[in-house]
């Protein structure tokens, strides 16, 4: 059997322990000047891969230089304090040890993923909202992953099985199954279908 895990990023393998939230600074930038956040510009800082003054301008927001510095001082600021959660390396050890695939799958803005790449080094496959042009639950990120991986999703019977976990019910898990994966919650207060990933990745070996 062909088997393949994906795992979100954010909440799930890594957690950000001092929070800034400097493309949510941007957007207050914008409101200060009569732009409203919508949701068509969280998708563009989503799905496109865009320095500071790019997303400004994306967003029809005007930043000075000194703004410019603040928000990458505030990004930086998130990236050198993101780490991994307890229970992820050991998790991923425990698949790969087995011979299973495993993948990342993220609704990421372009300013993560350098960093999220130097957490979590060779795997088999990243699939970032703003490389894929794409975020979650669209199908099509979850099938991008797959492909990259080599497995078609939606495949349990002829042998493959792709697996999906992370702390969103409607991206992780939901929209997951949309695309013929199988989808798992984690809440790591046990209000999910798993608390932890070694669990996770147990019941996978199981499977």
């Known amino acids: 059997m062909q088997r393949s895990v994906i795992f979100d990023v954010f909440g799930t393998l890594i957690r950000i322990e001092n929070r800034q939230d400097p493309y949510l600074h941007l957007l207050r930038y914008g409101r200060g000047q009569g732009v409203s956040p919508s949701r068509e510009q969280l998708e563009i800082l989503m799905t496109l891969e865009l320095d500071w003054k790019e997303a400004a301008v994306a967003l029809g927001i005007r930043v000075g230089s000194e703004q410019l510095l603040a928000l990458d001082r505030l990004l930086h600021e998130e990236l050198a304090s993101m780490t991994l959660y307890s229970d992820a390396q ?32 060779g795997l088999d496959a990243y699939g970032f909202s703003y490389q894929v042009g794409v975020a979650k639950p669209k199908p099509v990120i979850y099938q991008s992953v797959c492909r990259d991986l080599g497995v078609q999703p939606g495949q349990q019977l002829s042998g493959n099985r792709v697996v999906m976990i992370g702390d969103s019910i409607p991206c992780d898990r939901d929209g997951a199954r949309a695309a013929g994966l199988a989808g798992f919650h984690l809440s790591r207060t046990g209000r999910g279908d798993f608390s932890n990933l070694v669990d996770f990745a147990e019941a996978v070996l199981k499977g």
């Open 90 to 121: 050991q998790a991923i050890e425990l698949l790969r040890g087995a011979g299973i695939k495993i993948a990342l799958c993220s609704n990421l803005a372009s300013g993560y993923g350098q960093a999220v790449r130097a957490l979590l080094p």
